[in-house]
Protein backbone atom coordinates (compact mmCIF):
# COMPACT_ATOMS: atom_id res chain seq x y z
CA UNK A 1 0.00 0.00 0.00
CA UNK A 2 1.53 3.13 -1.12
CA UNK A 3 1.41 6.23 1.52
CA UNK A 4 -0.01 9.89 0.36
CA UNK A 5 0.70 13.00 2.03
CA UNK A 6 -2.49 15.74 1.67
CA UNK A 7 -0.68 18.89 1.72
CA UNK A 8 -3.55 21.11 2.47
CA UNK A 9 -1.42 24.64 2.79
CA UNK A 10 -1.70 27.72 1.03
CA UNK A 11 1.79 28.94 0.04
CA UNK A 12 3.97 26.90 -2.43
CA UNK A 13 6.85 28.00 0.24
CA UNK A 14 5.16 25.77 2.84
CA UNK A 15 4.42 23.06 0.70
CA UNK A 16 8.03 22.55 -0.73
CA UNK A 17 9.19 22.74 3.07
CA UNK A 18 6.48 20.05 4.18
CA UNK A 19 7.66 17.84 1.00
CA UNK A 20 11.07 18.49 1.65
CA UNK A 21 10.41 17.06 5.40
CA UNK A 22 8.26 14.12 4.55
CA UNK A 23 9.24 12.98 0.91
CA UNK A 24 11.22 10.01 1.92
CA UNK A 25 8.30 8.38 3.97
CA UNK A 26 5.29 9.03 0.87
CA UNK A 27 4.94 8.17 -2.26
CA UNK A 28 2.67 10.09 -3.06
CA UNK A 29 2.92 14.16 -2.96
CA UNK A 30 -0.50 15.70 -2.89
CA UNK A 31 -1.12 19.25 -3.57
CA UNK A 32 -4.51 19.62 -2.35
CA UNK A 33 -7.48 21.87 -3.33
CA UNK A 34 -6.92 25.12 -1.14
CA UNK A 35 -3.18 25.31 -2.35
CA UNK A 36 -3.85 24.79 -6.19
CA UNK A 37 -6.62 27.20 -6.01
CA UNK A 38 -4.28 30.10 -3.69
CA UNK A 39 -1.31 29.58 -5.51
CA UNK A 40 -1.65 28.18 -8.90
CA UNK A 41 -0.64 25.23 -10.78
CA UNK A 42 3.15 27.00 -10.57
CA UNK A 43 2.86 25.04 -6.94
CA UNK A 44 2.20 21.72 -9.35
CA UNK A 45 5.53 22.41 -11.33
CA UNK A 46 7.56 23.78 -8.16
CA UNK A 47 6.83 20.24 -6.41
CA UNK A 48 7.64 18.21 -9.52
CA UNK A 49 11.23 19.72 -10.08
CA UNK A 50 11.75 19.46 -6.37
CA UNK A 51 10.98 16.22 -6.29
CA UNK A 52 11.25 14.66 -9.69
CA UNK A 53 11.37 10.88 -8.01
CA UNK A 54 7.84 11.05 -6.18
CA UNK A 55 3.93 10.58 -8.04
CA UNK A 56 2.54 14.51 -7.99
CA UNK A 57 -1.21 14.38 -7.72
CA UNK A 58 -3.09 17.47 -8.44
CA UNK A 59 -6.17 17.86 -6.51
CA UNK A 60 -8.19 19.69 -8.94
CA UNK A 61 -11.86 18.50 -8.26
CA UNK A 62 -12.50 18.82 -11.56
CA UNK A 63 -16.63 19.00 -12.19
CA UNK A 64 -16.87 20.21 -16.01
CA UNK A 65 -13.72 20.64 -18.76
CA UNK A 66 -12.12 17.40 -18.20
CA UNK A 67 -9.93 17.10 -20.95
CA UNK A 68 -8.57 21.34 -20.69
CA UNK A 69 -8.59 20.81 -17.10
CA UNK A 70 -6.54 17.78 -17.08
CA UNK A 71 -4.03 18.98 -20.07
CA UNK A 72 -3.52 21.88 -18.29
CA UNK A 73 -2.43 19.75 -14.68
CA UNK A 74 -0.44 17.31 -16.67
CA UNK A 75 1.44 19.93 -18.90
CA UNK A 76 2.17 21.73 -15.16
CA UNK A 77 3.64 18.61 -14.08
CA UNK A 78 1.06 16.52 -12.27
CA UNK A 79 0.99 12.91 -12.89
CA UNK A 80 -2.27 11.88 -11.11
CA UNK A 81 -5.42 14.79 -11.06
CA UNK A 82 -8.59 14.09 -9.45
CA UNK A 83 -12.46 14.58 -11.28
CA UNK A 84 -14.83 14.59 -8.94
CA UNK A 85 -17.20 11.51 -8.90
CA UNK A 86 -20.68 13.67 -9.23
CA UNK A 87 -19.58 15.00 -12.44
CA UNK A 88 -20.88 13.80 -15.60
CA UNK A 89 -19.31 10.40 -17.59
CA UNK A 90 -18.62 12.73 -20.21
CA UNK A 91 -16.52 14.70 -18.22
CA UNK A 92 -14.48 11.56 -16.29
CA UNK A 93 -14.07 10.59 -20.07
CA UNK A 94 -12.88 13.66 -21.52
CA UNK A 95 -9.75 13.73 -18.62
CA UNK A 96 -8.69 10.34 -19.00
CA UNK A 97 -8.65 10.93 -22.81
CA UNK A 98 -6.36 13.91 -21.72
CA UNK A 99 -4.35 11.36 -19.27
CA UNK A 100 -3.47 8.61 -22.26
CA UNK A 101 -2.44 11.30 -24.16
CA UNK A 102 0.55 12.58 -21.47
CA UNK A 103 0.67 9.22 -19.91
CA UNK A 104 -0.74 9.88 -16.68
CA UNK A 105 -3.55 8.94 -15.01
CA UNK A 106 -7.33 10.23 -13.70
CA UNK A 107 -8.51 9.66 -10.06
CA UNK A 108 -12.05 10.01 -9.68
CA UNK A 109 -13.04 11.66 -5.99
CA UNK A 110 -16.09 10.03 -4.68
CA UNK A 111 -16.91 13.11 -2.27
CA UNK A 112 -20.16 13.40 -1.51
CA UNK A 113 -21.03 10.38 -3.72
CA UNK A 114 -23.79 8.79 -1.80
CA UNK A 115 -23.83 4.78 -3.70
CA UNK A 116 -19.88 4.88 -3.53
CA UNK A 117 -19.98 1.15 -4.71
CA UNK A 118 -21.43 1.56 -7.68
CA UNK A 119 -20.15 5.12 -8.70
CA UNK A 120 -16.99 3.61 -8.33
CA UNK A 121 -17.32 0.85 -10.51
CA UNK A 122 -18.41 3.17 -13.11
CA UNK A 123 -15.56 5.53 -12.70
CA UNK A 124 -13.45 2.61 -12.84
CA UNK A 125 -14.82 1.71 -16.55
CA UNK A 126 -14.81 5.12 -17.95
CA UNK A 127 -10.84 4.32 -17.37
CA UNK A 128 -9.84 5.41 -14.03
CA UNK A 129 -7.16 4.42 -12.49
CA UNK A 130 -8.37 4.51 -9.50
CA UNK A 131 -11.06 6.23 -6.83
CA UNK A 132 -10.93 7.62 -3.73
CA UNK A 133 -13.12 6.86 -1.00
CA UNK A 134 -13.57 10.52 0.46
CA UNK A 135 -14.74 12.35 3.75
CA UNK A 136 -13.48 15.89 3.46
CA UNK A 137 -12.51 17.91 6.33
CA UNK A 138 -16.48 19.18 6.71
CA UNK A 139 -17.64 15.99 7.09
CA UNK A 140 -15.05 14.24 9.22
CA UNK A 141 -15.74 17.30 11.81
CA UNK A 142 -19.37 15.96 12.30
CA UNK A 143 -20.24 13.79 15.32
CA UNK A 144 -19.82 10.37 15.24
CA UNK A 145 -17.85 10.30 12.15
CA UNK A 146 -15.74 7.55 10.84
CA UNK A 147 -13.75 5.57 8.23
CA UNK A 148 -15.57 2.70 8.46
CA UNK A 149 -18.09 3.40 5.89
CA UNK A 150 -15.71 4.42 3.53
CA UNK A 151 -13.45 1.07 4.22
CA UNK A 152 -16.73 -1.08 3.66
CA UNK A 153 -17.46 0.78 0.12
CA UNK A 154 -14.00 0.24 -0.29
CA UNK A 155 -13.80 -3.42 0.05
CA UNK A 156 -17.30 -3.92 -1.56
CA UNK A 157 -16.67 -1.74 -5.03
CA UNK A 158 -13.59 -4.11 -5.50
CA UNK A 159 -11.65 -1.81 -7.72
CA UNK A 160 -8.02 -0.07 -6.81
CA UNK A 161 -8.80 2.92 -4.18
CA UNK A 162 -7.78 5.21 -2.19
CA UNK A 163 -8.82 6.06 1.28
CA UNK A 164 -9.33 9.74 2.69
CA UNK A 165 -10.70 11.13 5.88
CA UNK A 166 -9.13 10.52 9.46
CA UNK A 167 -6.28 8.06 7.85
CA UNK A 168 -3.75 8.06 11.27
CA UNK A 169 -1.32 5.75 12.93
CA UNK A 170 -4.53 4.32 14.99
CA UNK A 171 -6.87 3.59 11.31
CA UNK A 172 -3.98 3.05 9.21
CA UNK A 173 -3.78 -0.81 9.56
CA UNK A 174 -7.51 -0.91 9.09
CA UNK A 175 -7.51 0.94 5.41
CA UNK A 176 -4.16 -1.49 4.55
CA UNK A 177 -7.08 -4.52 5.90
CA UNK A 178 -9.96 -3.07 3.57
CA UNK A 179 -7.43 -3.46 0.62
CA UNK A 180 -6.33 -0.10 -0.23
CA UNK A 181 -3.93 0.47 -2.66
CA UNK A 182 -3.74 4.28 -1.26
CA UNK A 183 -3.78 5.84 1.99
CA UNK A 184 -4.26 9.26 2.43
CA UNK A 185 -2.66 11.33 5.41
CA UNK A 186 -3.08 15.00 5.81
CA UNK A 187 -3.77 16.42 8.96
CA UNK A 188 -2.20 13.79 11.06
CA UNK A 189 1.16 14.40 8.76
CA UNK A 190 0.68 18.37 8.11
CA UNK A 191 -0.78 19.38 11.50
CA UNK A 192 1.81 17.38 13.67
CA UNK A 193 4.82 18.52 15.35
CA UNK A 194 7.01 16.82 13.40
CA UNK A 195 5.86 16.31 10.12
CA UNK A 196 8.65 13.97 9.12
CA UNK A 197 8.36 11.58 12.39
CA UNK A 198 4.79 11.48 11.89
CA UNK A 199 4.68 10.45 8.08
CA UNK A 200 7.79 7.90 9.08
CA UNK A 201 5.37 6.69 11.72
CA UNK A 202 2.25 5.81 9.29
CA UNK A 203 5.21 4.47 6.79
CA UNK A 204 5.98 2.06 10.14
CA UNK A 205 2.39 0.94 10.06
CA UNK A 206 2.22 0.11 7.17
CA UNK A 207 3.27 -3.12 7.12
Same mark, same amino acid.
Given at each position: ?15 ? %? !? ?21 ? !? ?96 ? %? ?6 ? !? ?7 ? %? ?43 ? %? ?6
Amino acid at each position: MKLQVAMDLLTVEDAL %E !LAGKVAEYVDILELGTPLIKAAG !LSAVTAIKEAHPDKIVFADMKTMDAGELEADIAFKAGADLITVLGTADDSTIAGAVKAAKAHNKGIVVDLIGVEDKVTRAKEARALGAKFVEMHAGLD %EQAKPGFD !LNGLLRAGA %EARVPFSVAGGVKVATIADVQKAGADVAVAGGAIYSAADPALAAK %ELRDAIV
